[in-house]
T-cell receptor, first 112, second 114 residues
Framework: DQQVKQNSPSLSVQEGRISILNCDYT??????FLWYKKYPAEGPTFLIS?????DKNEDGRFTVFLNKSAKHLSLHIVPSQPGDSAVYFC???????????FGKGMKLTVNP | GAGVSQSPSNKVTEKGKDVELRCDPI?????LYWYRQSLGQGLEFLIY????????KSGLPSDRFSAERTGGSVSTLTIQRTQQEDSAVYLC????????????FGAGTRLSVL
């Protein structure tokens, strides 16, 4: 049972354009969501998070949107930069549970 | 160091051998987690330690897997009688248990079972 789904395995965008990474979840008990970025041979790096009481959180070029009724969240990167090329993981957390439940990841390539 | 440290970075072993993977969390972090990432998959939760509480072992895939955390700091994940399906990247993370659960990851140990 895959509770967090990233249905697109990859995305390619031009430098300066917007990157939109999508994530769907099935567990309605999740109340906190996180995005991690991972470069090859490195561990995942925390990027941005959002609580279920919000529908948007912004940090510089990164914005996460949460649609609870659709059980959907998305990460927007504007403008995209070549250094953003990495694998992005979406994760959900249920209040009171310590583990993060991750999607399979999505590879973003930003072309110069 | 400032980050989560894991060793070794790579481990190649023969089927049936035991392996030990080490994690040194960020100083002051009371929570420590182990995950693994198999090829083409997301991160799979294995086990969680918080302070002196009993660990949450709910993610361990079989009784060949065990972990301990000594002195509330360094943790060792042990896999006994390794199988080829154990091949994966094993990731350790730690967090400060204040507020939201942002976990900080090490670079991982890539385990290859031949």
């Amino acid at each position: 049972d895959q509770q967090v789904k990233q249905n697109s395995p990859s995305l390619s965008v031009q430098e300066g354009r917007i990157s939109i990474l999508n994530c769907d979840y099935t567990n309605s008990m999740f109340d906190y969501f996180l995005w991690y970025k991972k470069y090859p041979a490195e561990g995942p790096t925390f990027l941005i998070s959002i609580s279920s009481i919000k529908d948007k959180n912004e940090d510089g070029r990164f914005t996460v949107f949460l649609n609870k009724s659709a059980k959907h969240l998305s990460l927007h990167i504007v403008p995209s930069q070549p250094g953003d090329s990495a694998v992005y993981f979406c994760a959900g957390n249920r209040g009171g549970s310590e583990k993060l439940v991750f999607g399979k990841g999505m590879k973003l390539t930003v072309n110069p | 160091g400032a980050g989560v440290s894991q060793s070794p970075s790579n481990k190649v072993t023969e089927k049936g051998k035991d392996v030990e993977l080490r994690c040194d969390p960020i100083s002051g972090h009371t929570a420590l987690y182990w995950y693994r990432q198999s090829l083409g998959q997301g991160l799979e939760f294995l086990i969680y330690f918080q302070g002196n509480s009993a660990p949450d072992k709910s993610g361990l895939p079989s009784d060949r897997f065990s972990a301990e955390r000594t002195g509330g700091s360094v943790s060792t994940l042990t896999i006994q009688r390794t199988q080829q399906e154990d091949s994966a990247v094993y990731l350790c993370a730690s967090s400060v248990r204040v507020g939201k659960n942002i976990q900080y990851f090490g670079a991982g140990t890539r385990l290859s079972v031949l």
